[in-house]
């Protein structure tokens, strides 16, 4: 999937073979007046859901989930902890304002416990295959 236009507005959004879906930031600057153009080639099914970045969830004291998913945490706390399970992998990566990906903070394979340092207000965004469960230590 590759969001923009043009030889310069380009920006590849996920590259996958087999089935599984994602949760993707769309960056600011990727769409123009006109909207946003996607191109996404597939062999088989698929779909797309576009929500406004109002629609991210909201970390709170805990969330927890399966796949993948962007939160909003809202504290100033600078420590989050991870909890992972199941024998896949796992990613945690803070998002900049504009969505742009940020630094990976966290990422592994299996069962795991793991200390996030992250900077106050930020956007996170969760990539694994198994059950997750993020702890703000503000709450």
Partial sequence: MIAGSG?????????R?????????????????AGLALDIRASGPWTATLLATA???????????????ILTKETRSRLVLLHH?????????????????????????????????????CLLQVEASGAWRLVDTAA
């Fill in 7 to 15: 030889r310069r507005g380009r920006l590849r959004l996920l590259r």
């Fill in 17 to 33: 073979q087999g089935p599984g879906g994602a949760v993707l930031p769309v960056p600011r600057g990727t769409a123009t007046a």
């Fill in 55 to 69: 629609h991210t969830r909201d970390l709170g004291p805990s969330a927890e989930g399966t796949g993948p998913d």
């Fill in 85 to 121: 399970q199941g024998p896949g992998p796992f990613r945690v990566r803070r998002l900049y304002r504009d969505f742009r990906p940020g630094p990976v903070l966290a990422e592994g394979t299996g069962t795991a416990r793991v200390e996030l340092g992250v900077p106050g207000v």
